[in-house]
């Protein structure tokens, strides 16, 4: 294990005996916070801030001085060359000539990826558009541990926007790869993107199970749950008991209820602005009597607005304020390392299995491209490529390298083509079998039959999809 010069971009860049290591190497440091200036004596750290933030800001600067090195910051994309038109590229490769290490906050998906590709120094995804953030999910994991000494076999509900809420989106597949229970309470409207489920149970082996929230008891059920992942360690294998129902689930109670707000600047239309508004679930003194929350961690990575009542603050279970403080040492931590500055903590066993998938790799400049709005891909394609993991062959699924959103290409082709005549420069559907002859490497995939054919292309006798569109 090495984590010097290597960047976190997605929680995935770490295994979980690094990710303990981290916290190993945080809990030494906070216990003596005063006394680490010797670590990074001399080194700088850019902090590029290009969408609002308190904590997560100021904890990585917090950080860096309590390790004795200095700060250079941007905080606003209108006072740098990127408003000139500059790339996000060549702002990289600047920034990484001064800094030893960059943190970046973007609101393009993908965006630290690519300062990572292009810096030269470790770089620290501090949050990308709706996509991940990884340091938050750090500290999020640090605090379960530092209150409940495991993560493993814990039960965490996760309330409120899960659909735009970047911080969930890492959370939720940590917890599933640490062994933990998910339960999904989103506010109408705002639940857990279908990638990111499907993340979960395909990577990390686990299971989800849809709940009918109709179906729950109560005449207004507070803890409205519409799923629940159960990791391949539970007792409850969904898939064997397909009766399951929620109360058999809460029977050993909630450990910790993560509230997320409703994530307005990332809402992209009416829909998700009145669900998220009207019917926002609000985290107060009355849900927290339910007999499933008596022995609670109340989390929220903050800034709450209302969906966390200030009544619950004094209450001994609220833990929000604590678990920010905890961003500092676990930032400390974090950057000692990547920057090679300190021993490695020796290695750390893992509570549960960290398996990282290896899909294979599609690359084009022609085809199908990411149609993420927000993807850095679609903002900066001058040099960015189409850049997909082929995560499926039926339905054939590809998912974008840098804001892991996926796409569902309904035509094929193949590059052996080159190697024979014009005529056979033939696509065909993505779900006839010439999907299993193509092999990964020679792939090309198209979203229309117009594209195919602009790009040259013939429909072949497999182009018909066997079930109409
Ligand atoms: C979160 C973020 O920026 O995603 N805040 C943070 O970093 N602590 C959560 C939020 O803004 O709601």
Known sequence: MS???????????????????????????????????????????????????????????????????????????????????????????????????????HPWEGAAKVVAEYAGVPVINAGDGGHEHPTQTLLDLYTIKMERNTIKGLRIALWGDLKYGRTVHSLACALARF????????????????????????????????????????EERLFAVDAVYAPPSSPHQLAMMPDIGLEVELEGGVDALYVTRAQKERHASGTDRDGGKKKYPVVDRRLLKGKEFKQTLVMHPLPRVDELAREVDADPRSLYFKQAARGVPVRMALMSLLLGTIPEPAAQPSESFSRKVEYPHYSRDIGVRCRNPKCVALN?????????????????????????????????????????????????????????????????????????????????RYNRWSVSE
């Not at 998910?182 to 990111?196: N, Q, T, V």
Request: with cysteine; charged share 25%.
């Open 3 to 105: 984590l010097a010069n290597r960047s976190l971009v997605s929680l995935d860049d770490l295994s979980n005996e690094e990710i303990e290591a981290v916290f190993s190497l945080a809990s030494d440091m906070s216990a003596d916070i005063t006394n680490q200036r010797h670590v990074c004596q001399g080194m700088i750290m850019a902090s590029l801030f290009f969408e609002p933030s308190t904590r997560t800001r100021l904890s990585f600067e917090a950080a860096m001085h309590r390790l004795g090195g200095t700060v250079i910051t941007a905080m606003d994309v209108g006072a740098t060359s990127l408003a000139k038109g500059e790339s996000v590229a060549d702002m990289a490769r600047v920034v990484g000539s001064y800094a030893d290490i960059i943190v970046i906050r």
């Open 179 to 218: 062994g933990a229970t998910i339960l999904f309470r989103p506010a109408p409207g705002l639940e857990l993107p279908d990638h990111i489920s499907r993340k979960l149970s395909t990577e990390y082996k686990g299971q989800i199970k849809k709940l009918d929230i109709t179906e729950q008891s109560g």
């Open 380 to 460: 900066e394609p001058g040099y960015i490529g189409a850049e997909f993991q082929i995560i499926n062959g039926k339905p054939l699924t590809l998912r974008c390298v840098y804001c892991e959103h996926e796409t569902f290409p309904r035509y094929i082709a193949s590059t052996e083509w080159h190697n024979g005549t014009v005529e056979a420069k033939r696509y065909h559907s993505a779900d006839s079998h010439m999907a299993r002859k193509i092999r990964p490497e020679n792939l090309i995939a198209f979203d229309s039959e117009g594209e195919a054919q602009s790009l040259g292309f013939k429909p072949s």
